[in-house]
């Protein structure tokens, strides 16, 4: 199977260094989608997954698996199965945490060693506004009114399905770290849009003959379906294999960035390390895309007091 990538980075914009990634954009094809023999990365287990899959299905299927075995190889986990797990999500390797997620001309996973992260969520969409009745599925409460004022900000961003991205990202990295189940309803998300991506720079101070910085232009190194339950789930698009967009349509196409924060509405479980009541995302539009992260870092414990001597002055209570 041939996997048409482009040299431009969409997860690494989004997450900490200590999370590995992989990516690939544009269209997946090859003979293998009709002579029906196994890529050489996907292991037969694998393959048994989506025996019963269209040909399209199949390849989107193969092609994020290799991104998946590609990120856990950079982590220096062993090749093995990457099979499914709770509610249909990927049963990641011991010590691990991680996320999978493709859409039409996009496939990406992201892992990390379970010591440093709590949870990792990822999730890709087309950049379009969600279908007809999705919406009301998604937002809620106060997230209609800060949706329309970021929508009068920046009105070419389909903020709806933004947020619908932010909530995926959400519920995987809470999946991931043992959560029974989060609606939509059940995590509230706020939005910071960054500077350098609104439609008018900042105003200067007077006198102020300083250059402003160069915008610096995406990195050119390289380095699922989501759960089967039933939450909401966006129709299949019935062109998962149109090419990706030409260059001069692609410079043509929004471009934005920046940070969510989302509020866990429900109890979290119980345990030595919980997820924080807050988890905060990155977010990002670029070529015909948008994409959330979560990654959710493990606290780092305070050292113990020594003995026969009063604590220093920031650990007393």
Same mark, same amino acid.
């Given at each position: 199977?041939?996997?048409?990538?482009?040299?431009? @980075?969409? +997860?690494?914009?989004?997450?900490? $260094?200590? !999370?590995?990634?992989? $990516?690939?954009?544009?269209?997946?094809?090859?003979?293998?989608?009709?002579?029906?023999?196994?890529?050489?990365?996907?292991?037969?287990?694998?393959?048994?997954?989506?025996?019963?899959?269209?040909?399209?299905?199949?390849?989107?299927?193969?092609?994020?698996?290799?991104?998946?075995?590609?990120?856990?190889?950079?982590?220096?986990?062993?090749?093995?199965?990457?099979?499914?797990?709770?509610?249909?999500?990927?049963?990641?390797?011991?010590?691990t945490v991680g996320s999978i997620t493709h859409?039409?001309?996009?496939?990406?996973?992201? #892992?990390?060693?379970?010591?440093?992260?709590?949870? =990792?969520?990822?999730?890709?969409?087309?950049?379009?506004?969600?279908?007809?009745? @999705?919406?009301?599925? #998604? #937002?809620?409460?106060?997230? $209609?009114?800060?949706?329309?004022?970021?929508?009068?900000?920046?009105?070419?961003?389909?903020?709806?399905?933004?947020?619908?991205?932010?909530?995926?990202? !959400?519920?995987?990295?809470?999946?991931?770290?043992?959560?029974?189940?989060?609606?939509?309803?059940?995590?509230? !998300?706020?939005?910071? +849009?960054?500077?350098?991506?609104?439609?008018?720079?900042?105003?200067?101070?007077?006198?102020?003959?300083?250059?402003?910085?160069?915008?610096?232009?995406?990195?050119?190194?390289?380095?699922?379906?989501?759960?089967?339950?039933?939450r909401p789930r966006l129709p299949a698009p019935?062109?998962?294999?149109?090419?990706?967009?030409?260059?001069?349509?692609?410079?043509?196409?929004?471009?934005?960035?920046?940070?969510?924060w989302a509020r866990l509405l429900v109890p @979290?479980?119980?345990?030595?390390?919980? +997820?924080?009541? #807050?988890?905060?995302?990155?977010?990002?539009?670029?070529?015909? +895309?948008?994409?959330?992260? !979560?990654?959710?870092?493990?606290?780092?414990? =305070?050292?113990?007091?020594?003995?026969?001597?009063?604590?220093?002055?920031?650990?007393?209570?």
């Amino acid at each position: 199977m041939s996997v048409r990538s482009e040299e431009f @980075v969409l +997860l690494g914009a989004l997450l900490p $260094e200590r !999370v590995h990634w992989a $990516e690939e954009t544009g269209a997946v094809d090859g003979p293998e989608a009709d002579d029906g023999s196994r890529p050489p990365w996907l292991f037969a287990e694998e393959e048994a997954l989506m025996a019963r899959a269209a040909p399209g299905r199949r390849r989107e299927f193969a092609a994020a698996r290799l991104c998946a075995h590609r990120a856990l190889a950079g982590l220096g986990v062993a090749a093995a199965p990457l099979l499914r797990g709770r509610r249909g999500a990927p049963a990641w390797p011991a010590g691990t945490v991680g996320s999978i997620t493709h859409c039409a001309g996009y496939r990406g996973a992201a #892992v990390a060693s379970a010591t440093g992260f709590l949870g =990792l969520g990822i999730d890709a969409e087309p950049h379009a506004p969600l279908p007809s009745g @999705v919406r009301e599925e #998604v #937002v809620f409460g106060p997230e $209609e009114a800060r949706l329309r004022e970021l929508a009068a900000r920046r009105p070419d961003i389909a903020w709806d399905r933004l947020l619908f991205s932010a909530k995926e990202s !959400v519920y995987k990295a809470w999946s991931g770290y043992g959560g029974a189940w989060l609606g939509f309803e059940e995590a509230e !998300v706020s939005w910071r +849009l960054d500077a350098s991506d609104s439609p008018q720079p900042p105003a200067r101070a007077r006198g102020d003959h300083s250059q402003p910085p160069a915008r610096t232009r995406d990195d050119h190194s390289r380095p699922p379906a989501p759960a089967h339950d039933d939450r909401p789930r966006l129709p299949a698009p019935p062109h998962d294999d149109r090419p990706p967009p030409s260059a001069r349509a692609r410079a043509e196409l929004p471009r934005a960035s920046g940070r969510f924060w989302a509020r866990l509405l429900v109890p @979290v479980p119980a345990g030595p390390c919980p +997820l924080p009541r #807050v988890l905060p995302g990155r977010w990002l539009v670029r070529r015909g +895309l948008l994409l959330t992260a !979560v990654a959710v870092p493990r606290p780092v414990p =305070l050292p113990p007091f020594p003995p026969h001597r009063t604590a220093p002055k920031e650990y007393r209570r």
